[in-house]
Nanobody
């Protein structure tokens, strides 16, 4: 049973940077898909970025060029480096994991079986 714990959220001004971390514990999968999602009240949880066991990564259009997902496999810690933050990036950010290879199509919330508790990111203008 995987346990995910996020950290690194906070408040930042537009143009600033934050790095989110997610510690993945109790994990012994040989195949996996790890991802970051975000959600604002009243809206669907949307994928930000994901990385698979083959090392490939993918990003939502809004994240391309600004965000970078990475995995320290020695510590089973997932990161999301976010640069050039905009007020529209304000949301609760969630770490997600699943013991299957990343689905080749558009990733959705239902594609992940394990979730962290979320960390708030607030970007002020």
């Amino acid at each position: 049973q995987a346990q995910l714990v996020e950290s690194g959220g906070g408040s930042v001004q537009a143009g600033g940077s934050l790095r989110l971390s997610c510690s993945v514990g109790g994990y012994t999968w040989s195949a996996y898909c790890l991802g970051w999602f975000r959600q604002v009240p009243g809206k669907e949880r949307e994928v930000v970025a994901a990385i698979g066991n083959d090392g490939s990564s993918r990003y939502a259009e809004f994240a391309k060029g600004r965000f970078t997902i990475s995995l320290d496999s020695s510590k089973w810690t997932l990161f999301l480096q976010m640069n050039s933050l905009e007020p529209e990036d304000s949301a609760m950010y969630y770490c997600a994991a699943d013991p299957l290879e990343c689905y080749s199509g558009d990733l959705k919330r239902d594609d992940f079986g394990y979730w962290g508790q979320g960390t708030q990111v607030t970007v002020s203008a």
